[in-house]
Nanobody, 124 residues
Framework: EVQLVESGGGLVQAGGSLRLSCAAS????????IGWFRQAPGKEREAISC????????FYADSGKGRFTISVDNAKNTAYLEMNSLKPEDTAVYYC?????????????????WGQGTQVTVSS
């Protein structure tokens, strides 16, 4: 059974930091790209970042460039999203996703696997 389990969300003040984790199981981790997405209330889901576990190629959406850093630990089958200088507009449910195709990973279209999400709330 494929599982992507996010953790690390919570309530933080503006300007603060959080580190999200995504623990993966049930598929070959280093054959997949891992992505982070978010969805705020009343808004569409948007891609934040994606990383290829085979060569560390990364993609960042404009919303996270310079503030967010994606990484993976292949030995632990875990991906991370380090988020700094958080803003109230970063408040959303953050989802981890995995797909064998890097383009599908950052596009969010037809992604193979999704986690259940973790809530991030940034207070002003």
């Amino acid at each position: 059974e494929v599982q992507l389990v996010e953790s690390g969300g919570g309530l933080v003040q503006a300007g603060g930091s959080l580190r999200l984790s995504c623990a993966a199981s049930g598929f070959t981790f280093d054959d997949h790209a891992i992505g982070w997405f978010r969805q705020a209330p009343g808004k569409e889901r948007e891609a934040i970042s994606c990383i290829s576990t085979s060569d560390d190629t990364t993609f960042y959406a404009d919303s996270g460039k310079g503030r967010f850093t994606i990484s993976v630990d292949n030995a632990k089958n875990t991906a991370y999203l380090e988020m700094n200088s958080l803003k109230p507009e970063d408040t959303a449910v953050y989802y981890c996703a995995a797909d064998p195709d890097f383009v599908r990973c950052y596009s969010g279209m037809g992604v193979a696997y999704w986690g259940q999400g973790t809530q991030v709330t940034v207070s002003s």
